[in-house]
DNA sequence: TTCTTTTAACGTATTTTGTACGTTATATTA
DNA sequence: TAATATAACGTACAAAATACGTTAAAAGAA
């Protein structure tokens, strides 16, 4: 046999938006290697088990998130990435809003928590590179539909929307020529409701277009 | 251990143009399973083998060709995708033009030869989805400039090189377009010198403008 | 030598897409 | 009802993509 032990492990970042915070969802590791060191929520992908639905699986157990697009983004297969094993890692990203999930951590992650990305500074392993990989391949997908399905409320006003994708890509936006955007590409509808509440003029709210 | 028996394997798809057809290089695999049978080049990563050498590597030992510009386009994973073993895959793609490499049958590959895509049709596993993925990869990376590097020869008029686009995207494209294009994304540089022995007016003989 | 054939080379007008930029409208609170 | 805060919106300009027909240079035939 020309090859053997060897490991398929996946890994995810989770991105999270909130409070006009960019925030990565990490997980305080509860086995060696590092650990008692936050890192990426990831684990072993079973022998007999589709790599889609590890990642599923392997977020759901470390931190109670489910039901969220997973995009597989790339693999991680430096020899020396993890120490004592080759494990090569698949990295999946999601953007999703944190209010709308509850964490809970399981398995080998005795905490989760989102961290603000400002905040994040030496992870373990090549978990500093994967997280640099997702941001720059969320700047390249932002604009397609299905990466938004988690990361907004149902309802939302477009200021919100605007606010999002600024953190997500750095920069600033024209207001109005962001709302052109966002309605020739049908990426939003907007509804026959306001934002109430506030101490000025209210804003209409406007839900994801479903992908055709 | 959560994991173990699992294997990683690299695949390529090659392609290359020719006498205006697309063309894909398979081997005849000298071995089991599916032995006798045509299928693209792949084989087992080593555990100590970064993954993008260990496509090089077996690129060249299946088939002779080396120093072409190897792209990791995905990961075929599904559980039953090979028989009686959990052999996940990485795919890697490349163009190349065929009449710039030499052939050579290596390792399990019992024969190696370039096949019109027209002319493939069932391949074993899930060979045919990876030459889909690659395709479909192909399409929006093509204006991308390493992708060609190896495409073309040395020194060619524009007319082939809109040909082999045309074949590529499956479309046809006017010719003023396609040089106003090419040219001002600077991806070729006209030489001072013009096609001979057609029997028509002789084409400038354009290059690849080295990517800075 | 000139005429015919074949393919190369090229420019302009139009549409579409992206960018820059300032004013008016509608709610809340004082 | 006046002041404040933010939402909503349109137009002019620049850049990029698309559509389209004519002239130029060689080879080969007459």
Redesign the pocket.
């Known amino acids: 046999m020309e090859q053997s032990n060897l490991y398929l492990s996946v890994d995810c970042v989770i991105l999270g938006f909130e409070d006009a915070q960019l925030k990565a969802l990490l997980i305080k590791r509860d086995k060696e290697p590092e650990k008692d060191k936050w890192s990426l929520p990831g684990a072993y992908v079973h022998t007999d088990e589709n790599i889609d639905n590890a990642a599923k699986r392997i977020l759901n157990e470390l931190t109670g998130i489910h039901d969220v697009f997973l995009s597989q983004i790339g693999v991680f297969g430096e020899v020396n990435r993890y120490p004592e094993k080759r494990v090569v890692s698949i990295l999946y990203c999601a953007l999703i809003s944190p209010e709308l999930f509850e964490l809970m951590a399981g398995s080998h992650a005795k905490e989760v928590a989102w961290k603000n990305l400002s905040e994040i500074n030496v992870l373990p392993f090549d978990h500093n590179k994967m997280l640099n990989t997702s941001m720059q391949w969320l700047k390249n997908e932002i604009w397609r539909k299905p990466i938004l399905q988690n990361l907004l409320p149902e309802k939302f006003?477009?200021?919100?929307m605007q606010e999002l994708y600024q953190s997500l890509l750095q920069t600033t936006i024209?207001?109005?020529?962001f709302?052109?955007?966002v309605i020739?590409?049908e990426l939003v509808e907007?509804l026959n409701e306001?934002?109430?509440?506030?101490?000025?003029?209210?804003?209409?709210l406007y839900k994801l277009k479903s992908p055709n």
């Open positions: 006003p477009l200021n919100q024209d207001n109005r020529n709302r052109k955007k020739s590409q907007r306001k934002t109430k509440g506030g101490q000025q003029r209210p804003a209409y």
